[in-house]
């Protein structure tokens, strides 16, 4: 059967069109070894372990983009993770009724989702294009040609992918918040995983000798996959990265006094398990101070953190930088 590699919009749209036509479901082995992206390269009774990590990839994929992604226990096997079924229920993923696109209506839909598949709109286009493309309308291809075929995920993903499927440690710069200049790090990676519509990896970090999880964002150039091997040691490491990142979101927690009706209202108010106060004020979850520093100081006046210090300090610290910066283009010109 060929080799070739399937690319990761395709796997994903063939991934969703399966399971949206099954009513009971379908095991891991049965997505594995008949679905596009994944059966060419599934061998029965062999080792898949490298097919089983993307497919766990493409759930986290799947289920950021929006799709109602269910999990279903065999009730004669309940605890078995072997005899789980995935399915994705046709009343919860399909437009209503009444709404109808005609195929040059389709055309344009298509044609502005992918214009806007970088940026803060990408996750949001992807999500369109999918279900676009399983409603079954045909749109005028020659037109949707001429879209961009723009890049969705940072430029350091293909190289982890590639070391997570081979085994390899990686070697790369890193650019922590506050140091002056990237470390050279030098991991086992161990799984890839999307939080908050951002990629992160997890992985073993030899020079600390322990875990470590790398924003994708603040990799600096390109990693290299060595040829140096490793063995892995332990499973579900996508799984206990999302367990451990959400447990860091949920712990977290920011109270911040934010101007009514302006853009940062809007925008933190959005925010996943974002809550109010009774006076009004916002408790905003963050799994990363700096990101949300980086956030909260672009809102400028509109938004005043109010704890914890940490990130009171941090906005503060930002916003005195770019006042700096300000004085001295002023005072240059």
């Keep these: 059967m060929s080799q070739h590699r399937v690319p990761v919009e395709e796997r994903l749209f063939s991934l969703v069109l399966a399971l949206v036509a099954t009513e009971s479901g379908l095991t891991k082995n049965e997505i594995l070894s008949s679905v596009q992206g994944y059966n060419s390269r599934y061998r029965e009774g062999g080792d898949n372990s490298a097919l089983e990590r993307q497919f766990e990839r493409d759930k986290d994929d799947i289920r950021e983009l929006g799709v109602p992604l269910e ?15 995935y399915r994705i229920p046709k009343t919860g993923y399909d437009l209503p009724s009444d709404i109808t696109f005609s195929p040059q209506e389709m055309t344009l839909l298509l044609l502005a989702a992918r214009v806007w598949r970088e940026g803060s709109l990408s996750a949001e286009s992807r999500r369109a294009i999918m279900k676009l493309r399983t409603l079954g309308v ?25 070391a997570l499927e081979r085994n390899a440690v990686v070697q790369f710069e890193y650019l922590k918040p506050g140091e002056p200049a990237p470390t050279k790090r030098v991991v086992e990676p161990l799984a890839l995983v999307q939080f908050h519509g951002r990629w992160l990896l997890q992985g073993h970090d030899r ?45 977290n927690v920011a109270e911040v006094d934010v101007v009514p009706d302006t853009d940062a209202r809007l925008r933190l108010s959005k925010r996943e398990d974002t809550e109010v106060t009774d006076d009004g004020h916002l408790l905003v979850h963050y799994s990363d101070l700096a990101l949300l520093a980086d ?6 006046p509109e938004a005043r953190v109010l704890s914890p210090q940490s990130l009171v300090d941090a906005v503060l610290q930002r916003l005195q930088t770019t006042l700096a910066a300000h004085r001295e283009e002023t005072v240059s010109g």
């Design 71 to 85: 999990t279903v226990e065999d009730p004669g096997d309940p605890g078995n993770n072997q005899a789980l079924r």
């Design 138 to 162: 045909e749109a005028d291809d020659p037109v949707v040609g001429y879209a961009p075929r723009l890049r969705t995920r940072e430029a350091a993903f293909g190289p982890f992918e590639i």
């Design 207 to 251: 020079g600390a000798d322990g875990p470590r999880t790398f924003l994708l964002s603040r990799v600096i150039g390109q990693p290299r996959v060595t040829q140096t091997t490793f063995t892995r040691r332990g499973t579900d490491f996508a799984a206990r990265a999302i367990d451990q990142l959400e447990e860091i979101w949920l712990r």
């Design 295 to 300: 956030e909260l100081a672009g809102y400028g």
